[in-house]
């Protein structure tokens, strides 16, 4: 098999592997399944990546690596709270509509009975609490909110509140009330306004001198 052939398998793998995922859910994501929906042998799976959870996790990362991106435009325009809010429910639809979220709760899900996969998944986590964390320092950096509440705090806290919205939405089909989560962000961004004004620091007091 030539460089640019495995490339283009390597490709086609990760692609399947995704779909499969998305459509079969973890149990059904077979190296026969994936190979099927690649329209390769089986045997390439391993060749190329070792076995199923390798070509998964590669899976993940392209999808982590594409989203980063994507996301990282759409997060430089908000300026305020009130407009991160508003991109994070944008974020969250689209990851819903792309299967991003299937995919990660799968994942998520097989990784409590696979101690191996679980590493590898929490692994994965630093990038994006360290891309929340620099985008709440460029928002809230320097204000009365950052002090109370440290942006690498908050940012732990989203990441695993987001990890938790995925679960709860793939399991439940009723998304109106993670739907109402992001409703209530949205309505308590304005309200926390006030917290994030950075006051410009007062000037010491320059002792005046005594008179002769």
Do not use: C
């Not at 459509?23 to 190329?48: C, D, M, P, Q």
């Not at 989203?158 to 993670?178: E, K, M, P, Q």
Request: charged share 25%; glycine share 6%.
């Amino acid at each position: 098999m030539n460089k640019q052939a495995g490339a283009e398998t390597r490709e086609r793998l990760i692609e399947a592997a995704a779909e499969t995922v998305r459509t079969e859910g973890y149990a059904g994501a077979s190296a026969r399944a994936i190979a099927k929906a690649a329209g390769v042998n089986s045997a390439l799976v391993f060749y190329h990546f070792g076995g199923v959870d390798p070509l998964l996790l590669a899976a993940l990362d392209r999808a982590s690596e594409q989203r980063m991106t994507d996301y990282g435009r759409a997060v430089a325009q908000a300026r305020t709270l009130e407009e991160l809010a508003e991109t994070a429910t944008a974020i969250y639809q689209a990851d819903l509509e792309a299967g991003h979220i299937t995919l990660l709760s799968e994942l998520v899900g097989a990784s409590i009975a696979r101690p191996e996969l679980r590493a590898e998944i929490v692994k994965r986590s630093d990038p994006w609490i360290d891309f929340v964390e620099q985008t709440l320092e460029r928002v809230i950096g320097g204000s009365p909110l950052a002090r109370l509440m440290p942006p690498r705090d908050l940012a732990y806290a989203a990441i695993t509140f987001y990890l938790g919205v995925n679960l709860f939405t793939h399991l439940d089909a009723d998304r109106s009330r993670t739907d109402a989560l992001f409703t209530l962000a949205r309505r308590l961004a304005p309200r926390a306004r006030l917290l994030t004004m950075r006051f410009p620091r007062r000037r010491p007091r320059v002792p005046k001198e005594p008179p002769a």
